[in-house]
């Protein structure tokens, strides 16, 4: 592709891409082939830092220069495409021109470094940034997030070459971390998505479900514990079986037909030989004292 330098001939305007003298017209700076935009970008700077911040010629060549790098961006953005949970492929270009852009405000033509190697580092810096701060569905402190990507890429490692799932312990060997914390990062993982309760669940192994089923398919709520408190009963139970060992047999007995075969006082009285007002004094020392029993620390 050839440029050719043109006569400034109109008045300039940012949106009427005004032509400047001694500098090379570029009708559409995105179709512009890396190899002439790598040369391009350093004559455009070269105009850079000749023109006044704010005026339409500087405004013209600036975006220009972000015009013809856009491909840097593409090129960065493309291991970010399918990541879990991440934004579309337009926002993450947007989100890499925002580097792009904190580049060409950086760069130092005397330093006689490629625009690119300075560029790279913001515009993936950008991009991970974003996926930082409004991917995850939890947020955790930067150390655990970035221990994420360490632990996904060290299980790989370890899985390939020791046929399985590794160790918190061989994690920990393999990263030089305690287990402690290879054990915080990866429950802090687990806040990178989450899932909704009224989602439906699937059928295992990802198999189809047979006709009909769908209209029984249970939600994610539908399938977690609840609190049980028949607990409440067992924890009781078990605390007042030492008790009621320390019983002598006729107490024993009383609250056995009172209250496992839900006898009345009187069928009671009836039953053992005695009346039913002495039935219930007994009743109501014995329940008093097991009470007490029971709540004392």
Request: aromatic residues 4%.
């Amino acid at each position: 592709m050839t440029f050719t330098a043109t006569a400034d001939t109109a008045a300039p305007s940012v949106t009427d891409n005004p032509v400047i003298d001694g500098l090379p017209h570029v009708p559409c700076p995105r179709e512009v082939d890396p190899g002439d935009a790598r040369q391009l970008t350093r004559v455009f700077f070269e105009r850079l830092r000749s023109l006044d911040e704010g005026t339409p010629e500087y405004q013209y060549v600036r975006n220009t220069l972000i015009e013809m790098n856009v491909s840097l961006v593409n090129f960065a953005a493309r291991p970010f495409r399918d990541r879990p949970g991440g934004p579309e492929n337009e926002d993450i270009v947007q989100v890499g021109i925002i580097g792009l852009i904190k580049a060409i405000d950086r760069y130092e033509l005397d330093r006689d470094t490629q625009f690119s190697t300075l560029a790279m580092p913001y515009i993936t810096g950008e991009i991970k940034r974003h996926f930082r701060d409004t991917t995850w569905a939890v947020r955790v402190p930067r150390r655990l997030q970035e221990m994420r990507s360490q632990l996904a890429r060290s299980t790989e490692e370890l899985t390939s070459e020791t046929g399985h799932a590794p160790t918190p312990a061989e994690l920990a060997e393999h990263l030089d971390l305690t287990e402690d914390e290879v054990r915080q990062g990866l429950v802090a993982a687990n806040g990178y998505s989450t899932q909704s309760l009224d989602a439906a669940t699937g059928s295992p192994e990802g198999r189809e479900s047979a006709p009909g089923a769908a209209h029984s398919a249970h939600t994610l709520a539908e399938t977690l514990g609840d609190t049980d408190d028949a607990l409440e009963t067992v924890e009781d139970l078990q605390s007042l079986a030492p008790l009621l060992s320390g019983l002598d047999e006729r107490t024993t007995r009383i609250l056995e037909l009172r209250f496992g075969q839900e006898m009345t006082q009187r069928q009671i009285g009836e039953e053992i030989g005695m009346s039913q007002m002495h039935v219930s004094r007994l009743l109501t020392r014995t329940l008093g004292a097991l009470r007490e029993e029971l709540l004392r620390d």
